[in-house]
């Protein structure tokens, strides 16, 4: 099968006149980083022989041990639609796996990291993992030079149409070139805030679904420019509105069948389904500084702009933390609503499903749903009900994540190490800069 496969992409790199390939993987901080070469260098591809140096990517390997390779996934292959300087010769890509050169998987590879975790959830009898993500992002205007202005590109709002929606155009058009890659879009519309957007598409298995967030990432970001517009997944990139989130909505098959479906139950959610629930919860603060890796991450998990705060779960409330969305069937799944669009997929997701696998695996209980709006209550109200909070801040989730035995094994002993560094260092540095607001309120008073 794979040298048919091999043979089939060499045709069609030949027949649609490819000239470089964009070996593409993604680091700790979910950046993603590419290779690229000559369309001559195909078949040294494929088998598995491209090496580079690992130390130039951060939180990968110290200098001494630089060499590392890249096998590409042959399912991942893809043409972009878009031509070289106005000719028609064309840019493909490939999605890889780090590997070191002894051939055994790279235990800082995000990517490989994930499948370890799924090859523990075969291990409890799951067959597959699925993940349906909704990412929103911001459209800024570019300056006369080119580069990202502070200027929204409209001020529409939720659902608003054109004229309002400026943008209109812009996101049809990224629509239609995700369409062009075998994405199946959904959905696709202006968001609450000014500036801001979401594009929804079907739910994939958990490597591919994790595979199309940065591929959509980069299609967006390119169609942008082409409008004069810089796109941002930063979550909070203006105070006082809503920022951008990514929920992830998961579900658990066995043998083709939805395992958080039971259709004799009230609700028609299984005990695995309620168990997975109980596992999120009970680790919500550990894998929230995954889920959340940066500082303005917690500039947007602030009461009052729709992100949530509150660790608990509902059916159609959509203040607490987890949502289950109101179909069954085979469609039956559990929304996770504090990721953002910073956050590394393969990671989060990793930590997401072993959380959720030890809510099983422990035969844990949920807690009762909260179906009263959480932000009207009082702390009195939320103590009474158990209801505890997301970390405030980058630093309390780090350190929450340090304490959580089961998330850093989510993570790996390597990743963890290194994303821990990293995210402590940017503590820093953002602890001892002087803010704007800081000179405002303090400079004269003082």
Known sequence: MSSKRKEEIKKEAKERNVRFLRLMFTDI?????????????????????????????????????????????????????????????????????????????????????????????EHLGFTEFNLGPEPEFFLFKLDEHGNPSENLNDHGGYFDLAPTDLAENCRRDIVLELEALGFEIEASHHEAAPGQH????KYANAVEACDNIQTFKLIVKTVARKYGLHATFMPKPI????????????????????AFYDENS???????????IAGLLDHAQAYTAICNPIINSYKRLTPGFEAPVYIAWSGTNRSPLIRVPSSRGQSTRVELRSVDPTANPYLALAVLLKAGMKGISEAKSAPNPINKNIYNMDQFEREENQIKSLPMTLIEAIEALKKDKTIIDALGQHIFDRFVVAREADWRKYSTAVSKYEMDRYFKLY
């Not at 979401?198 to 598409?201: T, V």
């Not at 105070?239 to 939805?258: A, P, T, V």
Request: proline letters at 5%; hydrophobic letters at 35%.
């Open 239 to 258: 105070e006082n509105i809503s920022g951008s989130g990514m929920h992830f909505n998961m579900s658990l098959f066995k043998d083709g069948k939805n």
């Open 198 to 201: 979401e594009i929804d598409w």
């Open 266 to 276: 009230e609700e028609g959610l299984s005990k695995t389904a309620y168990q997975f």
């Open 29 to 121: 901080d979910g950046v993603i980083k590419n290779v690229e070469v000559p369309i001559s260098q195909l078949d040294k591809v494929m088998d598995n022989e491209m090496a580079f140096d690992g130390s130039s990517i951060d939180g990968f390997v110290e200098i001494d041990q630089s060499d590392m390779k890249l096998h590409p996934d042959l399912d991942t292959w893809l043409i972009f639609p878009w031509e070289l300087s106005s000719s028609d010769t064309r840019i493909a890509r490939f999605i890889c796996d780090v590997y070191m050169p002894s051939g055994e998987p790279f235990n800082g590879d995000p990517r490989s990291n994930l499948k370890r975790i799924l090859k523990e959830m």
